[in-house]
């Protein structure tokens, strides 16, 4: 069974510059979440969308940051302009439904350095 | 006070010993809870689920103590595939509604020949 797909793997941009995230969730698969790793750090949620809606958003940096999920299947999270302290690791992960009691399945992430 | 509290290590430990990790959380009203394993620059993968009777897989025992807020994570017989770290995380969303995981931010185990 094919996991949770992101791309690109790496990137490197300089600090006011853009930068988009695109995750692939498993088929199926009704709950889609994009997390913020930070180096030493546990992931911290940003976003959460229930197919394509939002269901919490509460800890998204509105200003720079925002996120879509267009017919409730891929999502793309973008980053405009970026800081240095957007650097992290951006994971993408997935859950049958949002309950409680579903594991999550994260996608290998998208390593994120600006300059 | 952080949501999810871990000693982040890092845990020295020879093969074949037990080793054992606390974490602590701030929401009394938290619903589940779960320790993942995330390896060296690789994602989180869900390790167990811990139940408030507390529960056993293989070499790895969970438990819960609701009363004082507090999650153990117990391994034994160490080995050195066990090396990675792991997180602690507790759901902070109510039953039946939306998920919402909060992690700890990790312990770091290195078992060692």
């Known amino acids: 069974e094919a996991g949770v797909a992101q791309s690109p793997r790496y990137k490197i941009i300089e600090k006011r510059q853009s930068v988009a995230f695109w995750c692939n969730p498993i088929s199926g698969h009704a709950t889609l979440y994009w997390y913020q790793q930070i180096l030493g750090q546990g992931p911290k949620l940003l976003i959460q969308?229930?197919?394509?809606?939002?269901?919490?958003d509460s800890q998204l940096p509105k200003d720079r940051f925002s996120a879509e999920r267009l017919k409730g299947v891929d999502s793309t999270l973008k980053i405009q302009p970026a800081k240095l302290e957007d650097s992290a690791v951006y994971l993408c992960a997935s859950s049958l439904a949002g309950l409680s009691v579903s594991e999550q399945f994260f996608g290998p992430g998208t390593r994120l350095t600006v300059l | 006070r952080k949501e999810v509290e871990q000693d982040p290590g890092p845990f020295n430990v020879p093969e074949g010993a037990t080793v054992a990790f606390n974490c602590t959380y701030s929401n009394s009203a938290s619903q589940s809870f779960f320790w993942y394993r995330q390896d060296c620059r690789k994602e989180p993968k869900l390790l167990m689920s811990v139940y408030s009777s507390g529960n056993e897989d293989g070499r790895f025992t969970a438990q819960l103590n609701r009363a004082s807020q507090y999650i153990s994570l117990l391994i034994r017989d160490s080995k050195l595939s066990d090396s990675a770290t792991y997180l602690c995380v507790v759901n902070m969303g109510h039953t039946g509604t939306a998920s919402k995981l909060t992690f700890g931010t990790g312990t770091r185990l290195q078992v060692t020949l």
């Open positions: 969308f229930q197919n394509n809606g939002v269901v919490d």
